[in-house]
């Protein structure tokens, strides 16, 4: 079972304390929900333990893992709240750059991902052509392709409808209960079982 712990984390962004001593843990199967107003560090503290941004003080733990290692890194996804993804290449070209930086040597289903989210007529199309769900969907079809254990989700449903909700919502469980970690953050209300919160 692997487990991530933040302690005592503190981050300031110039001279704005958006969180001080803040502490945490969540352990495989479990899906923890950070909510606050906006500004309150949501995002920034999926980018501290994604290894992003540096923190002022406090430690955060995974494993046996060191933050920012080679393991820890290939241990998690973020997907931030904007889609990064390239305009000018195609769904399915996305798909593999985004898997190829993580050094995944497995051969995957790209087409069955997309298809998951609602876009198997969308393969080759180029994403600049796409509107801002599709884009975000495309963004989310890495959930049914990663390897990763620990996912950080900065506002994953986001330009979803409520069917593309779903799907996440089910996909996120299915990942926990296979022994994996969610951290996520959103402003909606969420449907997905051993879900915990705290607010920043």
């Known amino acids: 079972m692997s487990k991530l712990k933040v302690t005592n984390l503190s981050c300031q ?4 304390l958006l969180f001080e001593n803040l502490s945490f843990e969540i352990n495989s199967g479990e899906v923890l ?29 995974y494993d046996a ?12 996804l973020y997907l931030g709240h904007l889609t990064a993804l390239s305009q000018q290449l195609s769904c399915i ?3 593999k750059y985004n898997l190829l930086l993580g050094n995944n040597k497995l051969k995957l289903d790209f087409s069955s991902a997309l298809k998951k989210v609602g876009l198997e007529k969308f393969e080759n199309e180029l994403v600049g052509t796409l509107s801002a769900g599709q884009k ?3 963004a989310l079809s890495l959930l049914f392709v990663t390897q ?13 409808d409520s069917k593309a909700i779903n799907i996440i919502e089910q996909r996120i469980e299915e990942h926990c209960n296979s022994g994996g970690i969610c951290i996520l953050t959103t402003h909606q209300e969420c449907n997905i079982k051993n879900l915990k919160e705290i607010s920043l």
């Open 13 to 16: 962004k110039g001279y704005n």
């Open 33 to 61: 929900k950070i909510s606050g107003p906006n500004g309150s560090g949501k995002t920034s503290l999926l980018r501290l333990i994604a290894g992003l941004s540096f923190f002022d003080s406090g430690t955060i733990d």
């Open 65 to 76: 893992f060191n933050l920012n290692s080679e393991e820890y890194n290939l241990d998690f």
């Open 93 to 95: 070209e996305n798909l």
């Open 136 to 138: 975000k969907r495309i």
């Open 148 to 160: 990763s254990k620990v996912w950080l989700l900065d506002e994953p449903f986001s330009a979803l």
